[in-house]
Nanobody, 123 residues
């Protein structure tokens, strides 16, 4: 599976962005999909995930209530709607998939990392 993240950009504090993670194969629908971010000088952080069916979601505490993950399996795409953005959200955002049974799984279990998209939030 090849994944491509897009939709990043520069916004001010309080602004919104919508990220997309497009997959190259229909088998994408059988995978849990996660969004991750890496800020300069920091490790990769697990931000959100959605189960293959779309029935289960996970969010890291710092984004709960501000970010919403969703998927459209007909379009082989997972979305991350980000509202009320803060400077601490500045990072490169990437998506990856996980085929295990447990949800959301652990960061190291995700694979087929796509090229990330830069999100910059100015104060």
């Amino acid at each position: 599976v090849q994944l491509q993240a897009s939709g990043g950009g520069l916004v001010r504090t309080g602004g919104s962005l919508s990220l997309s993670c497009a997959a190259s194969e229909r088998t994408f629908t059988t995978y849990h999909t996660g969004w991750f971010r890496q800020a300069p000088g920091k490790g990769r952080e697990f931000v959100a995930a959605i189960s293959g069916s779309g029935g289960g979601t996970y969010y890291v505490r710092s984004v709960k209530g501000r970010f919403t993950i969703s998927r459209d399996n007909a379009k082989n795409t997972v979305y991350l709607q980000m509202n009320n953005l803060k400077p601490d959200d500045t990072a490169v955002y990437s998506c990856a998939v996980y085929s295990g049974r447990d949800f959301p799984g652990f960061l190291y279990e995700y694979k087929y990392w796509g090229q990330g998209t830069q999100v910059t939030v100015s104060s």
